[in-house]
């Protein structure tokens, strides 16, 4: 079969949102996402609500997907779905699902790995876009984790650092939830920081060996500054929202990038890819942009609707298996722990 009639459906459930794309070889043809409103107001994701919601969300996602695509069930050649890691009742949702789907139509089903789809989202083609060779370095950056990754092929990469303790989307949520920000917060602080001053704030930044990361000292650092300024000035938050902002993301941000030189240095690669939710960061992203002008790095920052959750990263992963003759046992289950190198 010619890579161009390789149709997939993917199907993403490890969180809270309900994603289905449809690639045609390397190319998307459609990637639809239903977001959970409902979290929102707990200030972070409940899980048995997010499992209820994909089994609602999951049917008229998936149907969405297909007419999007003008695709026909019947041309499908594989079905490619979330494993792990996530949260159990979510990924069961999508899993069963698809097995279901898989068996009726009598084709493929692969299991895809959440965090090897973030990198290999970068394999995505679309139009004039960069697709990174190996080896490069990923920064691997969300709500659940923070990574450095050596990416060596497709399926053969080494975690160089990560982080001891909070995630560095978390880093971002947390530090709003204490501005009395909405869930997620990460998108707000980026928004509000756009008119601050980055310096007008400073943030004592964590000490931690060699690649690995640690944010949970920044945010009890956030707190406690947070805590001192409202006693002084009650209105210090509303005052002051938008240097607050920018210079917790200028020290987030700082940190990454201290890593990602580190790295370079140690490694002596400079092809940088950054995925997951937070590379939507407008700092991170402008960061990137200048070390490649001054320092040469060849820099691969995905489109924006492949960086936070979504179907269309499962979908090319599921592809690059599928060429390699790969089909999932039909014992496959879902598992809330695995590691990018599993
Ligand atoms: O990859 P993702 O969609 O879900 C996980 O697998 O975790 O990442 C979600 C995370 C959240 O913490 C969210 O606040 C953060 O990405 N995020 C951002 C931005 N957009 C999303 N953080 C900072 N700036 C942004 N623009
Ligand atoms: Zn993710």
Not at 79 to 90: D, E, N, V, Y
Not at 177 to 196: E, N, R, S, V
């Amino acid at each position: 079969m010619k890579k161009q009639d390789i149709f997939i459906l993917a199907i993403e459930s490890s969180c809270d949102d309900t994603g289905a794309a449809i690639l045609k070889g390397n190319t998307v043809l459609s990637n639809v996402i239903a977001n959970q409103e409902v979290h929102a107001k707990y200030g972070g994701v409940v899980p048995e609500l997010a499992s209820r919601a994909h089994q609602q969300n999951i049917v008229p996602v998936v149907q969405q997907a297909l007419e999007k695509a003008n695709v026909d069930k019947k041309q499908l050649s594989a079905i490619a779905f979330t494993r792990g890691p996530g949260l159990m009742g979510s990924l069961l949702v999508g899993t069963s699902f698809a097995k279901s789907l898989a068996l009726a139509l009598n084709i493929p089903l692969v299991d895809v790995n959440h965090m090897q789809a973030h990198i290999l989202a970068h394999f995505i083609k679309d139009d004039n876009n960069k697709i990174p060779s190996f080896p490069f370095i990923c920064l691997t950056i969300s709500g659940g984790h923070t990574q450095i990754v050596l990416v060596k092929d497709y399926f053969d990469m080494e975690i160089l650092g990560e982080t001891i303790d909070d995630a560095v989307g978390e880093a971002f949520d947390k530090s709003a939830k204490i501005l009395g920000l909405p869930y997620p917060g990460g998108p707000l602080i980026d928004k509000y920081a756009q008119k601050g001053n980055p310096k007008a704030f400073r943030f004592s930044k964590p000490k931690v060996e060699g690649l690995n990361f640690s944010f949970s000292g920044l945010k009890t650092g956030i707190l406690y500054f947070i805590q001192k300024s409202l006693k002084e000035s009650p209105n210090f938050i509303e005052e002051n929202l938008h240097d607050i902002c920018a210079s917790i993301q200028h020290t987030i941000v700082e940190i990454l990038m201290d890593k990602l030189k580190t790295a370079v240095k140690q490694t002596d690669i400079k092809q940088i890819a950054i995925a997951g939710g937070v590379s939507a960061n407008s700092e991170i992203r402008k960061q990137l942009e200048l070390a490649q002008k001054h320092w040469n790095w060849k820099t691969y920052i995905p489109k924006f609707e492949y960086t936070t959750d979504n179907a269309a990263m499962i979908g090319i992963t599921g592809y690059l298996k599928y060429l390699q003759d790969y089909k999932a046992p039909s014992s496959v289950s879902a598992k809330a722990r695995l590691k990018v190198t599993e």
